[in-house]
């Protein structure tokens, strides 16, 4: 893997956990318009996707106003907790650390960008990031490569010398799409064998495996 230059992060489920500001936070839009509440397994396994589209399957009558309505709803519960209910996950730090010095770093999230900024200066770790490309900055979002690539331009490195890290079939299917090396990262809510049938080259438990994964 000498050859790679950028690597671009997923954001939820591959650097960190903000899995019970999330659920929180959505429970509470729901119980607020009066739906019932699904599952923590239903939404578990939406976390990292568009925040419009897992509305839309909550309320299947609603206009885009609407949809939009609730995203914007629910960043007024998450913003006040994220930053108290967000966590690195095992082996992100030490892996930003020992990669810094020989890759550029950015993030393609389907969260808005500014969100994702400000979970990462609570964290220490916004400095790692020059490049957040979020929902709010691409026409069509993962898996998409359009992401990918946007990030990977403000890099200026082409997708060739890339890889994409991510725990979702889309992370692994946007970064296939981009041309970059793809990698799966069991941390999310996506097992080993989706992220293999999603084409990843590589899948990892953690990002603990990432350093070896690079070294020559």
Not at 69 to 78: C, I, K, N, Q, S
Not at 156 to 168: C, E, I, K, N
């Amino acid at each position: 893997m000498n050859h790679i230059q950028a690597i671009v992060f997923d954001f939820d489920g591959t650097l960190i956990d903000a899995s019970e500001a999330i659920i929180e936070s959505f429970f509470a839009v729901l119980r607020a318009h009066g739906f019932a509440e699904p599952e923590q397994p239903w939404i578990r396994s939406r976390i990292g996707k568009p925040l419009v589209g897992i509305f839309a399957e909550i309320d299947t009558a609603a206009s885009p106003e609407q949809l939009q309505a609730y995203v914007e709803e629910y960043r007024t519960y998450f913003f006040p907790l994220s930053a108290a209910k967000t966590r690195p996950l095992p082996g992100v730090v030490d892996a930003l650390r020992s990669l810094s010095a020989r890759c550029k770093f950015g993030i393609a999230t389907s969260r808005k960008g500014d969100g994702a900024l400000h979970i990462l200066k609570s964290l220490g770790l916004d400095n790692h990031f020059p490049v957040i490309v979020g929902i709010e900055d691409v026409a069509h979002p993962k898996p998409d490569a359009e992401p990918v690539l946007s990030v990977l331009r403000q890099l200026a490195v082409a997708p060739s010398r890339a890889m994409m890290v991510g725990d979702t079939a889309d992370d692994v299917a946007a970064g296939k799409n981009a041309g970059t090396v793809s990698v799966g990262v069991t941390t999310g809510a996506f097992g080993a064998d989706e992220l293999k049938r999603a084409g990843a080259d590589h899948v990892l438990s953690g990002l603990d495996q990432l350093v070896s994964l690079m070294s020559p």
